[in-house]
């Protein structure tokens, strides 16, 4: 079956333009992630959704990030205002959902949206 | 608040000999769970182990194997036979049972593999 996808690939935007990633998760997969990963870096994470809970917003950078899940479904992370220090590859992922530090919790990624910001 | 700390920023193995890479963490959940994720220079991460807190035996998948030390805190990845491919970023990641679906990652170890 289809695997996680993102759009777009790559986003150049300049400073202080807003930007909007797109994840399509895995048909089924009730847990969606954000993660923000620097060059050379290690996987920041950003926000989760599970089901029809509140998310997790813990990490989520700044004010300047949003997101939203519609339908339990496509997730938008929403970056207002960009900086150039938030250039970097955002990943998503979908996991299952079940349980809680269960099997069938691994994490299937999408490919990743570069950003850069001028 | 939970940690992962892999204290290998690089590491060199020669084809077709095993290789084990660190992972420590710190939780005070008694539930918790333990993953391993491969990112080729391609950018994909992708899963290849897991281990739960009350798993009584080390995970193992194909030529991985989690060597799960519970009381000193260690999940350290073990690549028997090594192969070329596996020249990649290798990230180790937790999940708290009580922190819903949170996963939190290392700061990745860089294999290289050598003919």
């Known amino acids: 079956g289809a695997g996680v996808s993102q759009s777009p690939s790559n986003k150049v935007t300049e400073k202080g333009k807003d930007v909007e990633l797109r994840c399509d998760p895995i048909?089924?997969?009730?847990?969606l992630y954000w993660y923000r990963q620097s060059l050379g870096q290690g996987l920041e994470f950003l926000i989760y959704?599970?089901?029809?809970?509140?998310?997790?917003k813990s990490g989520l950078p700044s004010d300047r990030f949003s997101a939203e899940r519609t339908g339990g479904s496509v997730s938008t992370l929403t970056i207002q205002r960009t900086q150039q220090e938030d250039s970097a590859v955002y990943l998503c992922?979908?996991?299952?959902?079940?349980?809680?530090?269960?099997?069938?919790?691994?994490?299937?990624f999408g490919p990743g949206t570069r950003l850069t910001v001028t | 608040a939970q940690k992962i700390t892999q204290t290998q920023p690089g590491m060199f193995v020669q084809e077709k000999e095993a290789v084990t890479l660190d992972c420590t963490y710190d939780t005070s959940d008694p539930s918790y769970g333990l993953f391993w994720y491969k990112q080729p220079s391609s950018g994909e991460m992708i899963f290849l182990i897991y281990?739960?807190?009350?798993?009584?035996q080390n995970a193992t998948e194909g030529r991985y194997s989690l060597n799960f030390q519970k009381a000193r805190k260690s999940a350290n990845l073990v690549i028997s036979a090594s192969q070329l491919g596996d020249s990649a970023m290798y990230f180790c990641a937790m999940r708290e049972g009580s922190g819903g679906f949170k996963t939190i990652f290392g700061a990745g170890t860089r294999l290289f593999v050598k003919a």
């Open positions: 959704f599970q089901g029809n809970s509140a998310p997790d």
């Open positions: 281990q739960g807190s009350y798993d009584q």
């Open positions: 992922a979908s996991s299952l959902g079940s349980g809680t530090s269960g099997r069938g919790n691994e994490q299937y």
């Open positions: 048909s089924g997969h009730t847990a």
